[in-house]
């Protein structure tokens, strides 16, 4: 008897423990922020020009993904110098813009290709002589061409593979927009460890990318498709750094169509589901298409804005003018002020599993980001007038107008272009990472420092995992405001200037154990300054 139950005592632990194994992985800090492509030129000067103009208008990047065709063939890893005559001083360059490359690839090895400068790779004949392809190594046309699929269950391919990845695998390269190859070679195919269907077969491939990237570059991601209307589901969510669907069409079809996908990608458990802005192909985005787009992938885990459906017209927001060029630079500048809180978020997604999105309605294509923010879509013109329910506990503050709603309340309002759903829950407390004035939280003071955003509520505390730098490394911070005593704690495992910012609240008399502190009578807003690893300030 006590045998069994030190079996089945074992036996749970195990279990544990590979539900904990299956658990998504902790997106790096800067893979969160705004992310920007072409593929209309598809050339450095393309790449470089694309950069440019978003940084010259303090619209800030983050990352650029270098799309196809960047190679010579696909997949043979050799910049087409007649496309990209300088990679190492374009990398260079754009490293010290602050921004990241990101390489596009798919997992075959073509004999002929569609609009690359050399049909056939380099290493066809190699990989058709060792076997490394699934289907006995047969070529099969796909979308890029005609080619072998490696197969990723045989770990002599995966090694070949990776050391083709390390001929631009260099400083400045952050990971790999890993593209669909897969689908193209049969609902069942062929590998080393017999058949299988392709739905199976897929993880193999984005599993081996995503383990080698993090093994060359700890801060290093994947973005593959989570689920997609394409096939289904594609990466694993244990090894899938940041989801993109994929391909849609710029007008509100494609909106609607990329929010069902997204939800159900984080109903399937995936963390960190981005938002593709303007669609890919097929119908460009209208001004107004092109704004709520915007303003629902800001309420994601990430902004990624290109396409070939208008990559340097209706994809920039100045083509549009400068209402909607200032709309999106907001839209940018919320979501990059947020990643402390969206980090967080994901980190706990690590530890216990779900998503950053949560209480995803597909019916009123609304979601709450993380347990305190909840938007809902606009979808289609209509006058900007839209309807839904707020979440069905806890009490709502309206983000632009401050008024309070219960839960469950139904809303149905007109939005300018400007505006769109976005609800504070009372009690929350959001870190932040503030750099300016634009989104009308804080200004340029509070650049460098942890802000955390107030909404009181009696007693509230919470435990966040804020970032140590761009990556994944974090340090533990609990901050508790109780509003009856007027009694701000924190505590943290890193010594830091933080910043806290508590919102509906009367004038103080004085703030003892802040740094400095100041009100403002206007918005009826209490901000502390202060340092150190832990401390209580009192509000009288």
């Not at 629902?296 to 208008?310: D, P, Y």
């Not at 460098?448 to 911070?477: A, I, K, M, W």
């Not at 703030?511 to 009578?521: L, M, P, Q, T």
Request: net charge negative; proline share 4%; charged share 20%.
């Amino acid at each position: 008897m006590k045998k069994n139950i030190i079996i089945n005592i074992l036996g749970l632990f195990c279990l544990l423990l590979t539900v904990k194994a299956q658990n998504p992985p902790i997106t790096p800090a800067w893979a969160f922020k705004h992310i920007v492509w072409e593929d209309s030129l598809n050339t450095e000067t393309g790449v470089q020009t694309l950069v440019d103009s978003y940084l010259s208008r303090d619209i800030p990047v983050e990352a650029v993904i270098v799309d196809s065709p960047w190679s010579t063939a696909y997949n043979d890893f050799n910049w087409d110098l007649s496309r990209y005559p300088n990679p190492e001083g374009m990398i260079t360059s754009l490293k010290q813009k602050g921004v990241k490359v990101i390489l596009w690839l798919t997992g075959v090895v073509n004999q002929k290709g569609k609009d690359t400068s050399l049909q056939q790779c380099e290493a066809y004949d190699y990989v058709l002589e060792n076997q490394f392809g699934i289907n006995y190594s047969e070529p099969h046309e796909w979308w890029k061409g005609y080619g072998i699929h490696i197969d990723f269950t045989n770990p002599k391919a995966v090694d070949w593979w990776n050391t083709q990845l390390d001929k631009v695998f260099v400083d400045g390269i952050y990971g790999w927009k890993v593209d669909q190859g897969e689908f193209w070679f049969g609902d069942k195919v062929q590998t080393s460890i017999g058949e299988m269907s392709n739905s199976d077969f897929r993880p193999y491939y984005y599993d081996a990318m995503y383990d080698y990237t993090i093994r060359k570059n700890p801060q290093g991601i994947i973005i593959a498709r989570p689920y997609s209307h394409q096939g289904g589901y594609s990466a694993s969510v244990h090894k899938l750094s940041l989801g993109w669907c994929g391909d849609f069409s710029g007008n509100w079809d494609g909106l609607k169509l990329q929010i069902d996908n997204i939800y159900r990608s984080a109903l399937r458990g995936y963390a960190s589901p981005a938002c593709e802005v303007a669609g890919f192909f097929q119908k460009r985005a209208t001004k107004e298409e092109f704004i709520r787009y915007a303003q629902f992938g800001c309420m994601t885990a990430g902004m990624i804005n290109g396409g070939e459906n208008g990559a340097f017209t209706n994809h920039l927001p100045w083509f549009h003018g400068t209402e909607v060029e200032d709309i999106y630079r907001f839209c940018v500048v919320l979501h990059d002020a947020l990643v402390p809180y969206l980090f967080s978020t994901v980190v706990e997604t690590h530890l216990h599993g779900g998503s950053l999105l949560k209480n995803v309605s597909l019916e009123e294509e609304s979601h709450q980001l993380g347990n305190f923010i909840f938007t809902k879509a606009i979808t289609s013109l209509s006058n900007h007038e839209v309807m839904f329910h707020l979440p069905s506990n806890g009490i709502w503050y309206d983000f632009w107008t401050g008024e309070a709603f219960t839960a469950g309340s139904k809303i149905t309002h007109r939005y300018p272009l400007h505006e769109f759903p976005l609800f504070i829950k009372k009690g929350a407390i959001i870190p932040m990472n503030i750099q300016s004035d634009i989104i009308g939280i804080g200004d340029s003071e509070l650049k460098d420092r942890y802000t955390f955003l107030v909404y009181p509520n009696g007693l509230s505390s919470q435990l966040y995992h804020l970032p140590l730098g761009d990556g994944t490394e974090y340090f533990d911070c609990q901050v508790s405001y109780d509003e009856t005593k007027g009694e701000l704690k924190f505590s943290s495992d890193s010594s830091q200037p933080f910043a806290f910012i508590i919102r509906n609240v009367s004038r103080p008399e004085s703030v003892e154990g802040a740094d400095a502190w100041k009100y403002d009578s206007h918005k009826k807003e209490l901000l502390i300054m202060v340092s150190g690893l832990s401390k209580t300030i009192y509000v009288r």
